[in-house]
Nanobody
Framework: QVRLEESGGGSVQAGGSLRLSCVSYASDFSGNVMAWYRQVPGEERELVAGIAKSGMTRYAASVKGRFTISRDNAKNTLYLQMDALKPEDTGVYYC????????????WGQGTQVTISS
């Protein structure tokens, strides 16, 4: 297992922006595939964005063009820049380590709440 710690959640109005951060305590962060997931009550966690060690990315259709995932390997940190936020972006956002860019998560952070008001 690896320890992941998210921060940056909060409450903003629709149209606003937030930036989430996730610090990884993995010994080889640069070699890990990372992702952000989102969960709302009563639903499964869904992948929002993922980033491979090469920098290749993938996004859910609902956030493409509005969210940007990035990583700073020197700081062992994953980011999610969220712009043009919508009320449907509300949920708990989790940082995760994946087996591959289209693979399965094997480690999770504790989550950070994002609430978007209309």
């Amino acid at each position: 297992q690896v320890r992941l710690e998210e921060s940056g959640g909060g409450s903003v109005q629709a149209g606003g922006s937030l930036r989430l951060s996730c610090v990884s305590y993995a010994s080889d962060f640069s070699g890990n595939v990372m992702a952000w997931y989102r969960q709302v009550p009563g639903e499964e966690r869904e992948l929002v964005a993922g980033i491979a060690k090469s920098g290749m990315t993938r996004y859910a259709a609902s956030v493409k063009g509005r969210f940007t995932i990035s990583r700073d390997n020197a700081k062992n940190t994953l980011y999610l820049q969220m712009d043009a936020l919508k009320p449907e972006d509300t949920g708990v956002y989790y940082c995760a380590t994946l087996t591959a860019l289209f693979g399965s998560p094997w480690a999770w952070g504790q989550g950070t709440q994002v609430t978007i008001s209309s």
